[in-house]
């Protein structure tokens, strides 16, 4: 695993000790996948309810809580492909 998706699996752990009703998928562009579901975060790259891509700085930013999940969405950074309602219910866990 690269250090980002490293930082990356741990900082989503936390903010999701649970896990996620859903199947979803990070997209580090140039880096890698990160898979979230009911058994937990981890390094991965399989078929998801919703996909999230974006460059590694924009999700490192949402994780820190100094980029807004829907801002980035809005302004082209976040890109959703998927369920829509899934892609909300990760925005306001990560928040």
Known sequence: ???????????LRA???NGF???AKFVFVDEGAIM???DGVREGDAPADVTLTAEAEV???MLDGALNPTTAFMTGRLKVDGSMGLAMQLGAAMS
């Open 1 to 11: 695993m690269s250090v980002v998706i490293d930082t990356a699996v741990a900082a």
């Open 36 to 38: 979230i579901d009911a």
């Open 21 to 23: 009703d859903g199947v």
């Open 15 to 17: 903010k999701m000790p």
């Open 59 to 61: 999700f490192r930013d």
